[in-house]
């Protein structure tokens, strides 16, 4: 059984199209929730770090929340540029990142 | 510059043959990470060292070896490679603590 889980796996918007990319997880003990974006052929780039629930962080279009079961990244406005994978993973203990299997966003001009 | 650099970016060998993937970090920090990324599999876990005396095995790490050059390297060997070893190879390094893992830009590797 997966610990977390992203969905959906693949999304399609229009530029300007507002939507959100959901991470859901089921480990317990979580120390830390990491969203990257992943362009292809290249290496996870690091976006946000959530620590505890209720806590938001935003750069850009981009905007990462966390509750005690899942973690949305929303994206406002989103731009041709703004495609890529986007990637959730989660830090149990004090180095086991357990990633998610991402989702692939496109968006059309 | 690039704060992690993984060598080579592209590699395609023969089954049976012996790999080396190496990776430098400049970021001064402690721990450096090996993962491979599979499709459909996501990022899985090789081998980490918390510094050059501590290296532990990951998820997957049969098949592969590590080596703790010094603070700054961290490589990782294939002895001898098999074609369900074609991936992608990301090295990753961070702080102490729940920090952020910060990854190089990956090996692609074919093992024919």
């Known amino acids: 059984e997966d610990q977390v889980t992203q969905s959906p796996e693949a999304l399609r918007l229009q530029e300007g199209e507002s939507s959100s990319l959901n991470c859901s997880y089921t480990v317990s003990g979580l120390r830390g929730l990491f969203w990257y974006r992943q362009d292809p052929g290249k290496g996870p780039e690091f976006l946000f770090t959530l620590y505890s629930a209720g806590e938001e962080k935003e750069k850009e279009r981009l905007k990462a929340t966390l509750t005690k079961k899942e973690s949305f990244l929303h994206i406002t406005a989103p731009k041709p540029e703004d495609s890529a994978t986007y990637l959730c993973a989660v830090l149990e203990g004090n180095y086991k990142l357990t990633f998610g299997k991402g989702t692939l966003l496109t968006v059309n001009p | 510059d690039a704060d992690v650099t993984q060598t080579p970016r592209n590699r395609i060998t023969k089954t049976g043959k012996r790999i080396m993937l190496e990776c430098s970090q400049t970021?001064?920090?402690?721990?450096m990470y090996w993962y491979r990324q599979d499709p459909g599999l996501g990022l899985r876990l090789i081998y980490y060292?918390?510094?050059?005396?501590?290296?532990n095995k990951g998820e997957i790490s049969d098949g592969y070896s590590v080596s703790r050059q010094a603070q700054a390297k961290f490589s990782l060997s294939l002895e001898s490679a098999i074609p369900n070893q074609t991936a992608l190879y990301f090295c990753a390094t961070s702080d102490g603590g729940p920090n952020t893992q910060y990854f190089g830009p990956g090996t692609r590797l074919t093992v024919l």
């Open positions: 060292s918390f510094d050059v005396k501590d290296i």
């Open positions: 970021k001064g920090h402690d721990r």
